[in-house]
């Protein structure tokens, strides 16, 4: 069973910053599939970021170029460092891990373990 627990969110300026941390306890993480998720009331969530046990990222398209996801396989810990922030970045942030038995792409229904969530707030 893995343990996730999401950390760094927060309120932000449009065009600010904010770095998430995701720790990962319990089975294998460095062996996983890890993913960022978002969701706002009323929406669907929304794939934001993965980054697989090679190293791999894949990133959609509405944040490419501003957010950066990396893993430190050490202490099992994923960031995701967000800049040049949006008001449409707003929403809850949620941290996903799943077996790297296929590629590594953000796709929900393949993430079997999931963290608390931590609200973003851009402004």
């Known amino acids: 069973q893995v343990q996730l627990v999401e950390s760094g969110g927060g309120s932000a300026q449009a065009g600010g910053s904010l770095r998430l941390s995701c720790v990962a306890s319990?089975?294998?993480?460095?062996?996983?599939?890890m993913g960022w998720f978002r969701q706002t009331p009323g929406q669907a969530r929304e794939g934001v970021a993965t980054?697989?046990?090679?190293?791999?990222?894949t990133y959609a398209s509405s944040v490419k170029g501003r957010f950066t996801v990396s893993r430190d396989s050490r202490k099992n810990i994923v960031y995701l460092q967000m800049n040049d922030l949006k008001p449409e970045d707003t929403g809850v942030y949620y941290c996903?891990?799943?077996?790297?038995?296929?590629?590594?792409?953000?796709?929900?229904?393949?993430?079997?373990?999931w963290g608390q969530g931590t609200q973003v707030t851009v402004s």
């Open positions: 996903a891990a799943r077996g790297m038995g296929s590629k590594c792409l953000p796709q929900e229904a393949d993430f079997g373990y």
């Open positions: 319990g089975g294998t993480p460095r062996s996983y599939c």
């Open positions: 980054a697989d046990n090679e190293g791999r990222t």
